[in-house]
């Protein structure tokens, strides 16, 4: 069974290798962190219907096409959600589609995997996209869209683990290499683009090494102190910063020395 990895755990595993054992390794979910999603749930899949479900016979669909998408994906949401949507989605037709010829997916709304060997060790990275496109033909361009209501960008350190946790599923999925992954603020309009390049998929490659070393040294999992501490959801077991950490929860998982050892057996 290969060992699951994310850009997201990457991420966490980049800021604090302590988080991440609470987060991965103990199975203990950080307490609330989303909600209201649902307008935003109900724009993606709005898009996906737009560009998966046209028939690219005409150079491009009319206004009225997003329209009908629209009503297909936000019956469960409330009149002002509707509205807002639909004010959304037709800020983003003028913007993007209008004028333009509309150019088919190479994918829409899922999932790559990507598998990488690090000695006896084999893990299994994912990433979720909302849309793949060809780039000039000559590779990928990923969209990320985003529904938040302020343009938050993710920090650089977060966006390299993502291209190149990309990069390498994307190139062995498809044997082309992401030349860009955008993200895409609806209600603002704003595209923000970075290049992709293979150090990014280095950079990867070598975080994960880092963190197989880790695995199978079985030693503590270091807590980094930093900023990021004051959002952690684990500060009461963290001994970093808590005088008195309290204990781990009864229903935390023991640990993956199990499954470790069950990795390490079946790895070639
Ligand atoms: S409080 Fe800081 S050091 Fe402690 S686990 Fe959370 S991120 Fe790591």
């Known amino acids: 069974m290969a060992y ?21 390794e103990r199975g203990m979910k950080q307490p609330g962190f989303f909600g209201g999603a649902s307008l ?52 983003y037709y003028y913007r993007f589609l209008a004028g333009e010829t509309l150019r ?4 829409l709304e899922g999932k790559v995997d990507g598998h990488l060997q690090v000695g006896n060790l084999e893990f299994k990275i994912s ?3 909302d849309r793949l496109d060809w780039f000039e033909y000559e590779g990928i361009e990923l969209i990320d869209y985003k529904s938040a209501k ?19 599923a994307l190139e062995q999925r498809y044997r082309q290499s992401l030349k860009q992954m955008s993200l895409l603020f609806l209600r603002t309009g704003e595209k923000i683009t970075y290049l992709a390049t293979p150090t990014h998929k280095e950079r990867v490659m070598e975080m994960v090494s880092a963190l197989a070393v880790q695995l199978q040294a079985d030693h503590e999992w270091q807590p980094m102190t930093g900023k990021h501490c004051d959002r952690c959801g684990y500060r009461r077991y963290c001994a970093a910063v808590t005088t008195d950490p309290e204990p781990l929860p009864e229903n935390a998982q023991a640990g ?8 390490l057996a079946l790895s070639v």
């Open 127 to 129: 990433g979720r996209y």
């Open 4 to 24: 699951p990895l994310s850009a997201s755990r990457l991420q966490t595993y980049q800021r604090c290798p302590q988080s991440y054992y609470f987060r991965y």
């Open 40 to 91: 935003g749930t109900a724009l993606h899949q709005t898009l996906a219907k737009v560009y998966g479900g046209w028939h690219y016979q005409q150079p491009m669909p009319p206004i009225e096409w997003v329209h009908q998408c629209w009503q297909q994906s936000s019956a469960s949401l409330n009149p002002s959600q509707i509205a807002e949507g639909r004010q959304i989605l037709e800020g």
């Open 104 to 107: 088919k997916p190479l994918a």
């Open 150 to 168: 302020e343009v938050h960008l993710p920090d650089a350190e977060a966006i390299d683990v993502q291209i190149g946790v990309y990069f390498l």
């Open 256 to 263: 993956c020395g199990a499954e470790r050892s069950i990795q």
